[in-house]
């Protein structure tokens, strides 16, 4: 069965302090990769699609990675304006996407 | 931009009413998708359609069904609902994997509350 799992669950940093959030996945045939973030009450919004390892993609102070069994987040510098749930979506064999929980960030000023 | 609309942001509704929850995606999209989101438990898939009048069962699809009858619109609908069902639903696009970007847009989420 596909599966992906994100890790820390939660994170706190103070702004400015650099760090990554982490997605193991185990999805058969993976073909995409996603990051999304999610506001609290909002729908996730994309960020980021990768399709093979050792692809990066950036995007301000995000900037995700791709290995053969995990993907990285690494925030540079963050902002409390950062401050959301990141989740990671996998896609394997069909149409469907593959989420896990998610990690949610705090950033404190 | 892209857009996916969700008919409500918040709905109250009492223990078995039939509810109906649309979404509208003005993408031309091929696939479209129902999630429901509860803390803890992450997005589950509740149904998808991967065309007019096609749908496939995602993971939890007891006591929901859907309607696809034009491909910009694609409904979801709680036959009778309970307590069980309260959750943020969410209705998501995406062209078919086929194409170069397969990405799922989400809309904006409808909390349902079900007393």
């Known amino acids: 069965e596909d599966q992906v799992t994100q890790s820390p669950e939660a994170l706190r940093l103070q702004e400015g302090e650099s760090s990554s959030l982490n997605c193991s996945y185990t999805?058969?045939?993976?073909?995409?990769l996603f990051w999304y973030r999610q506001d609290p009450g909002k729908g996730p919004e994309f960020l980021f699609t990768l399709y093979s390892a050792g692809e990066e993609k950036e995007k301000e102070r995000l900037k995700a990675t791709l290995t053969k069994k995990e993907s990285f987040l690494h925030i540079t510098a963050p902002k409390p304006e950062d401050s959301a749930t990141y989740l990671c979506?996998?896609?394997?064999?069909?149409?469907?996407?593959?989420f896990g929980k998610g990690t949610k960030l705090t950033v404190n000023p | 931009d892209v857009k996916v609309t969700q008919s409500s942001r918040y709905l109250v509704k009492r223990t078995g009413e039939k509810v109906f929850l649309e979404c509208v995606q003005d993408m031309d999209h091929e696939n479209m998708f129902w999630y429901r989101q509860d803390p803890g438990l992450g997005l589950r898939l509740i149904y998808f359609s991967y065309d007019v009048k096609m749908k496939e069962k995602g993971d939890i699809p007891e006591g929901y069904s859907v309607s696809r009858e034009k491909k910009e619109r694609f409904s979801l609908i709680l036959e009778s609902a309970s307590t069980n069902q309260t959750s943020m639903y969410l209705c998501?696009?995406?062209?078919?994997?086929?194409?170069?970007?397969?990405?799922?847009?989400f809309g904006p989420g409808t909390r349902l509350t079900v007393l």
């Open positions: 999805v058969s045939g993976l073909r995409g």
């Open positions: 979506a996998g896609q394997g064999g069909s149409e469907k996407l593959v």
């Open positions: 998501a696009s995406s062209t078919t994997s086929g194409s170069a970007y397969n990405e799922q847009f």
